[in-house]
Every structure is written in structure tokens, then in C-alpha cells.
């Protein structure tokens, strides 16, 4: 009695991908970033399946973090670009929300607050990815400040971001961690500080930058980083599937048009079934003629432009496909970096704009 189009969520897949973090490098602790609605899959459920697992949850702002709270979850969230204006401290301090310190401005914004209780800091460097973070240089003194401050809490970590560490042999990976282990060498402040560098790539991929806290991301969700079969990524179990249905099968004759514009001309006599999914779901519109569309448990093509509603899929070497044939957009059986690659972009970028329309429901 409603649109097929929908995306079901596996929490068994998530705590899975979860527990292959903490296997990976088992002296370390592992913050679950589930920012941006769990990339996609709905933060609160992602976030109440990982909480009894992850000593921390990871959000990007205080909105999110917020949001979390409203629904229940009571385990510290770390805001990953820490406070936004100087009257979130606050907030944070009475929320158990952990800060990611960024810059001297918000070094300020802490030890100037006057808060019930102290924070707790991660201070984040910049070993070269040159987007937030301070300076080496800058670190020992604000880690003086910080440290001096009734209004921070004892254990401060020590954090930087990788680059490239999705890029296995990019050496821009090895000399961030130089970077970062010089400045520990020679900064006195920093010595007895734990320390936090991995998201998902550097935690399958780069064990020498594991230390004691991770920050598994994307990898949460069930697809690799890489663009190429790495064995650890290998392990990692899809958490959506982006699922709907045939709505339509027509036949056309050779030489006729699909879908707006007429992008695509049949070159026999061919069948056409268009799918309940478009770009106002979620699917990639810029994904080109043959991105793979699995239908009925096999494989076929998208044929004609993406509309906002509908994909049109070429089903004529295809049995048995009618109205109600049920389809994969991506998931278990169709990776989700197929269609990011198809459609010019990544994996990323295609589970967190994936909007509200398509229900999310959740396998447990
Ligand atoms: C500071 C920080 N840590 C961890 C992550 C998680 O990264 P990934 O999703 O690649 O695991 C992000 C994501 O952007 C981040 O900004």
C-alpha cells in the first residue's frame, strides 16, 4: 500500500563493522562517528545500536550532539569540530559533550567559561592536512593554558586528521605520523598524552597510527574506503540497502528514446522496467547509462537520465521481471562504491545526502 522505495538498515551489520574496528587494533578504545545522520542510516537508531558497544559516540556540531541526548543516549559524545560560538561551552560542559579544540579562539571560549563542572578536551594538530587544527608550534603553549584551566578535566588527547589515508600508499599518511611523533618528542606538555589519529582508512589500513583512541566513521556503514580490495575493508558487512521495486515494464522498438531528453536510444528491440527511486530519493542523478541496477537477484542497466522519482533499467536479456520485481539500488549485493563510481563521486557523499523519503526501516 506505499512507494517500495526504502532503505532497510542491518544493526547486526553495524555492531559487526564496529567490533572489526576494535579487533583491528585491540589496545585502543573507538569513538562511533555517527555525524551526519550516521552518514545516512538515521543517528539515533545507529547510535543507540553502538552504545553499549563504544565508550564514546562522534558527532561534527552541537545540534547533533543535542539531538542524541533528546533521544536517550547518555554516553559522552565528542563534538569532532568542537564548539561553533564561545556559549556552547556551556552546553557542553553540563551535557558530558567532549570537545575537539581546533584553533587559540576556542582555547580561549574554554578557559574563559564559567562552568559547573570541567570539560573534556581532545586538542587537534595540524600535521598536514591544513584544514583545522593548530599549529605544532602553537600546541605546547595551549596545552599550558588548557591544562592550568579549573575548566578542563585531567587527560587530554592529543589528535590529528589524515588526508590521504584512504590513498594506501600515499606518503602523505607517513609523514603526517612523522609530524605528529616529532612533536611529541619535542614538546614537554604533550608527552604523558593519549593520543588519537585513525578514522576508518588508517584503522584498516595504517596499524602504525592506531594509538589509543580510534574514530571509525564510514567503515560504521559497511563499505571500504579504498578503491581497490584491501583485506581488512574485505570483512566489512554493508549496513544498507537501498531497495524498491519495478513500477512499470514496457517494449520499445529499436531506435526509440528513454526517459528526459531522450539520453538513450535502443539499439534493438529491447524491455524497459522503471524503478520507484530517483534523485529526490537519494539516487545519484549524474549516475550515466549503465550504472548497474540489480533486479530480481540480477544484474542489469540504467538506461536514460535519472528523474527525480523514477530510473528507467534496460531488462531485455533479463527472466521474469514485472511489476513488483523487487530491486537493489545498492547494498549487499550491489556495492555502493559501484554506483559513487558510476555516478562520478563517493560512497561518502551518496549515504549522507540520502534524504528522509526513503523510509528507513531496521533490521535488528
Ligand atoms: C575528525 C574526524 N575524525 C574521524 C572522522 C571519521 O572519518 P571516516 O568516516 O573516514 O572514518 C571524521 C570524518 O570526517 C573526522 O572529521
Redesign the pocket.
Known amino acids: 500500500m506505499s512507494r517500495p522505495c526504502r532503505a532497510l538498515i542491518d544493526l547486526n551489520a553495524l555492531r559487526h563493522n564496529y567490533r572489526l574496528a576494535c579487533e583491528l587494533a585491540p589496545d585502543a578504545q573507538a569513538i562511533a ?1 555517527v555525524k551526519a545522520n550516521a552518514y545516512g542510516h538515521g543517528s539515533v537508531a545507529a547510535a543507540k545500536a553502538l552504545e553499549p558497544l563504544a565508550p564514546a559516540l ?1 558527532v561534527a556540531c552541537i545540534e547533533e550532539a543535542l539531538e542524541l541526548r533528546a533521544a536517550g543516549i547518555a554516553k559522552p559524545i565528542l563534538l ?1 569540530e568542537g564548539i561553533f560560538s564561545a556559549d556552547e561551552v556551556n552546553v557542553a560542559a553540563t551535557e558530558n559533550f567532549w570537545l ?1 579544540v581546533e584553533n587559540l579562539e576556542q582555547v580561549q571560549h574554554i578557559i574563559n567559561a564559567k562552568l559547573v563542572n570541567p570539560v573534556h578536551c581532545w586538542l587537534k594538530v595540524d600535521t598536514g592536512m591544513h584544514r583545522l587544527g593548530l599549529l605544532p608550534e602553537q600546541v605546547d603553549g595551549a596545552l599550558s593554558i588548557l591544562k592550568a584551566s579549573d575548566n578542563v578535566q585531567q587527560g587530554i588527547i592529543l589528535a590529528s ?1 589524515f588526508s590521504s589515508a584512504d590513498e594506501i600508499n600515499n606518503p602523505s599518511t607517513n609523514a603526517q605520523i612523522e609530524c605528529f611523533d616529532t612533536l611529541l618528542a619535542d614538546c614537554e606538555q604533550s608527552k604523558d598524552l593519549a593520543q588519537s589519529l585513525s ?3 588508517a584503522i584498516l589500513a595504517h596499524p602504525r597510527a592506531h594509538r589509543q583512541w580510534l ?5 560504521l556503514y559497511g563499505a571500504s ?1 579504498f578503491t581497490t580490495p584491501q583485506i581488512n575493508a574485505d570483512r566489512l558487512l554493508p549496513v544498507m540497502d537501498f531497495v524498491s521495486e519495478v513500477i512499470s515494464v514496457r517494449p520499445i522498438a529499436a531506435g526509440e528514446r528513454v526517459g528526459y531528453g531522450g539520453k538513450w536510444q535502443a539499439g534493438r528491440d529491447s524491455i524497459i522496467a522503471t524503478i520507484a527511486a530517483g534523485y529526490g530519493d537519494g539516487y545519484p542523478r549524474h549516475a550515466g547509462n549503465g550504472t548497474p541496477v540489480f533486479i530480481n537477484g540480477q544484474e542489469a542497466h540504467l538506461v536514460g537520465r535519472v528523474s527525480m522519482d523514477m530510473i528507467t533499467v534496460d531488462v531485455t536479456d533479463l527472466a521474469g521481471i514485472e511489476i513488483g520485481s523487487p530491486v537493489e539500488l545498492w547494498g549487499k549485493n550491489l556495492c555502493v562504491n559501484r554506483i559513487a563510481n558510476a555516478a562520478g563521486t563517493i560512497a ?1 557523499e551518496l549515504l549522507t545526502r540520502m534524504p528522509a523519503r526513503p523510509v528507513r526501516s531496521y533490521l535488528s
Not at 574514530?215 to 567503515?219: S, T
Open positions: 562517528v562522534g569532532l575537539m586528521h578514522n576508518s582508512a574514530r571509525p566513521g564510514f567503515m574506503p561518502y
